[in-house]
């Protein structure tokens, strides 16, 4: 009897413990699903974007983007305005006075010339945004700061919102304190503690410049399965989960409990082509390429329409965006450009052949890098066998495909391969100068294609050294029309940005850059 | 016994250094550059050769694997992508692996015994033939799917536990079912047909004909003879799932050292591997030690000699 009764205190505890624990955390507390965990916290060194997320929760820059219809605007945030000098190469920055670290430490001039004098110090990853035109930083006065130039860099704003740009509190680099573990800034949460492989804690930072956040804790959570991700949303274990995945939307959009939010990113899929290659080095091949695919079908099909058709190289949402014309989808002309290349049927079975020779060509995709990165390089693949070019497609993770896309022009054995690319400064400049300018071919930068164009590399130039929007605008336009004429890449699709929240979530902010904002949120 | 054990872990040193060579071999061979993948797509060559110089990659290839082991050694082993000491990383991720497969053990030894004994007690019953059904649909589940079910019914429409995370004794539930779950198949079958075969034996016989109760000739005579091929199963399934429970982790978002190395293949934190195959190895030769002690104590013929 006695351990009967025993057996049943034991049980009725375990299931009040097990409840209890189950249902959702308090008000105060708002839990964000990560589909990865960052990687460190010193924004200087950070190349990834779930840190970049965290980091904007805890430290500001001078200045930051506004998301608005989608877009993104410069914004003040620790700097109250700004100027420029005639010649571009001096912009003064007036700071915002009576604003603390979480340390309690000012923040003044000083602080900002410290951060980016150990950011020009080039041993951080993020250096290299900015050695190439800040010389130096100099304090005026408490509150006035300048950033000397050594030229005129006409996306010095779009650079200065970069999570490189934003300010470390002076006394945890004067501490040598290991900042990527220990970060301080002036940001409305203040990190509280990190279980690594699970979760970064943040709690409300009380002397925040705009009044302490509503939500008292902020939990960052690393759950990289889709599923469970968006199960744990359901459940209400977590609050918002981010990178919903396209199979998912229509079965949460009939949850009154969940709201989702579906965006145009800035993230575009092309498949790039070795401009160098014997065979893709004749613009009509490449051209041909472009005509071959439907993107439409690609979009609606694989994507389940959560991303759009675009011809440009940049998403709608970057600044210096203008619409261009691209490549329809006609397989007639696309043949048609092939046998003008020399790649003609000589024997009836529609496949063309040059010098008794199939057209062959590798095709590389990752597989889980982006969404749906695999399904869409085998649906070109087919599309490509339309024509008659047999293009073999192989997948390889994604150290592996970086190692083999990266390899100096004459060992490199690319010819086709899927990559996607989110320009993190939102700007025209952070695309087509490092993957479309000359002095930027792999691996002095990111232009794996090895495309060269003396008029657009003069473009790019004129949009990164011009400091009036309209002047830039237009040298943009003209690059991005000389770029689709020469089809260095087969451009496909614009990914949409799928989050989804608990309803009574509301003020969340959601940027095209695949970040979140949490400092507005509160819990109803 | 103790001369037997220190043998035992004498042998450790050449077990671990041959893991560790293969281990470093295999990952140095796989393509891909840890110091590419850190600094990410639009990295220059000056800042991937940076990051090459900070962390000695680009030194020989026996200089590489010397620190490597004069690290792990010392403690002073730092993983690439944390930047920090890999025993600060590992140790917390394999605690956490160790609760989720020591609790998934439990369950597969308390669900597997009893079932394998029930099926062999009553051979050729509905009970042996539910139980085989079971056992069968336990080991062939696989564990990802199986881990979705349990999330969908419990934690999506039921809402009684947690599906993911790791924080009470709730979160430890359902992963632990997941992963027990064909671990108890495997202990199920074996338990049964071992049963079988010393109820066959004349002592049983001769235990029944003495009037001995069901419960105690099954309980005390044949269970104690039948476990030790099952105690076998359970010491390797035990081994199994330290490094196997890298699925279950991944859709539990269980922080164990599975999921860990998952992540350090990808971005190629060679020494996070590294280390983390040379602890899990390690680990694999205790449970078997342990294993093979067990044996003295449920079977008191079994002696050890050091040789």
């Given at each position: 009897m006695k351990n009967r009764r025993f057996l049943l205190f034991v049980l009725t505890v375990l299931v009040l413990f097990v409840a209890s624990s189950a249902f959702g955390a308090a008000s105060t507390t708002l839990t964000v699903g990560q589909g990865a965990e960052p990687v460190e916290l010193d924004p200087q060194n950070i190349t990834d974007n779930p840190s970049e997320e965290v980091c904007f929760q805890i430290y500001e820059g001078l200045v930051g983007f506004d998301v608005e219809d989608g877009r993104l605007e410069v914004a003040p945030r620790l700097a109250d305005s700004w100027e420029v000098s005639e010649d571009g190469r001096v912009w003064t920055f007036h700071l915002k006075k009576g604003v603390v670290f979480h340390s309690g430490a000012p923040f003044n001039a000083e602080a900002v010339k410290k951060n980016f004098d150990r950011l020009l110090t080039g041993k951080y990853k993020r250096s290299s945004l900015f050695t190439p035109f800040l010389s130096e930083v100099k304090v005026v006065d408490d509150a006035t700061v300048q950033f000397l130039l050594s030229m005129s860099f006409g996306p010095f704003l779009h650079t200065m919102c970069?999570?490189?740009a934003i300010i470390i509190d002076p006394t945890s680099i004067d501490s040598g304190v290991e900042i990527k573990n220990n970060p301080s800034g002036t940001g409305p949460f203040k990190f509280k503690s990190w279980q690594k492989g699970d979760r970064i804690t943040l709690e409300a930072f009380d002397k925040y410049r705009e009044g302490?956040?509503?939500?008292?804790t902020v939990v960052f959570m690393s759950i990289p399965d889709d599923n469970a991700r968006t199960m744990m949303l359901e459940t209400g274990e977590i609050d918002i989960a981010e990178r919903i995945s396209a199979f998912e939307v229509e079965r949460l959009k009939k949850d009154q409990n969940i709201a989702l939010t579906i965006q145009p990113g800035m993230r575009v899929m092309y498949i790039a082509m070795?401009?160098?290659d014997p065979t893709l080095k004749d613009p009509k091949v490449r051209q041909a390429i472009n005509y071959a695919v439907n993107r439409e079908a690609i979009c609606r099909n694989i994507l389940k329409g959560y991303a759009r058709p675009i011809d440009?190289?940049?998403?709608?949402?970057?600044?210096?965006y203008a619409p261009v014309e691209g490549y329809k989808y006609d397989p007639q002309k696309a043949r048609a450009l092939l046998a003008e290349a020399g790649w003609k049927d000589t024997d009836g079975d529609r496949i063309p052949k040059k010098g008794g020779k199939r057209l062959e060509l590798n095709l590389w995709s990752p597989n889980g890098r982006y969404p749906m990165d695999l399904k869409t390089a085998e649906a070109v693949q087919g599309y490509l066998h339309e024509i008659g070019i047999d293009a073999k497609l192989s997948t390889m993770d994604w150290a592996a495909f970086l190692a083999a896309t990266s390899v100096k022009p004459e060992e490199n054995k690319s010819q086709l391969f899927l990559m996607g690319w989110s320009p993190s400064t939102g700007d025209s400049d952070w695309v087509l100068r490092p993957l479309f300018h000359t002095k930027q071919w792999i691996p002095e930068g990111?232009?794996?294609?090895f495309y060269s164009d003396t008029e657009v590399d003069r473009y790019v130039d004129i949009g990164m050294t011009e400091n009036d929007p309209e002047k830039r605008k237009a040298a943009y336009l003209e690059a991005q029309k000389l770029i689709i004429a020469d089809a260095p890449w087969l451009t496909l699709y614009v990914l949409d940005n799928v989050n989804g929240r608990r309803?009574?979530?509301?003020g969340l902010v959601e940027s095209p850059l695949e970040l979140i904002f949490v400092k507005g949120v509160t819990k109803e | 016994m103790g001369r037997f054990v220190a043998q035992r872990l004498l042998m450790l040193v050449p077990v671990l250094l041959g893991v560790s060579l293969v281990a470093f071999c295999i990952i140095q061979l796989s393509p891909g550059d840890p110091a590419q993948v850190m600094a990410g797509m639009e990295a220059s060559e000056a800042d991937i050769e940076m990051i090459r110089e900070k962390f000695g990659l680009n030194e020989p290839l026996p200089v590489q694997y010397w620190a490597f082991l004069k690290g792990l050694f010392s403690g002073n082993l730092v993983s690439l992508r944390y930047e920090a000491p890999v025993m600060e990383i590992v140790l917390p991720h394999l605690k956490n692996t160790l609760i989720l497969a020591s609790m998934s053990i439990v369950l597969a030894v308390l669900l597997g015994v009893a079932t394998g004994v029930c099926s062999a007690v009553m051979r050729k019953t509905w009970v042996d033939y539910l139980a085989t059904v079971l056992a069968l649909f336990g080991v062939s589940m696989p564990v990802f799917w199986w881990g979705l079910l349990l999330m969908l019914l419990f934690s999506v429409k039921l809402a009684w536990l947690p599906s993911g995370g790791m924080g009470t004794f709730a979160h430890l539930i359902l992963p632990s079912v997941a992963l027990g779950t064909s671990s108890a198949g495997i202990i199920a079958r074996m338990t049964r047909s071992s049963m079988l075969d010393v109820l066959k034996q004349d002592y049983i016989t001769t235990a029944t004909a003495k009037g001995l109760v069901r419960s105690v000739v099954v309980g005390r005579h044949a269970l104690r003879n039948a476990l030790i091929p099952t105690v076998t199963v359970i010491g390797l399934q035990f081994g199994q799932l330290l490094a196997g429970a890298v699925l279950t982790e991944t859709v539990f978002s269980w922080p164990g050292v599975g999921r860990l190395l998952v992540t350090s293949i990808l971005s190629r934190d060679f020494p996070m591997v590294q280390a983390t195959l040379v602890i899990v190895a390690a680990l694999f030769v205790f449970v078997n030690l342990a294993v093979d002690m067990l044996y003295a104590v449920l079977d008191p013929r079994i002696r050890y000699h050091g040789r």
């Open positions: 970069h999570t490189a302490k956040p509503a939500m008292e070795n401009n160098l440009s190289p940049m998403a709608y949402a970057v600044n210096g990111g232009n794996r294609s309803s009574n979530v509301k | -």
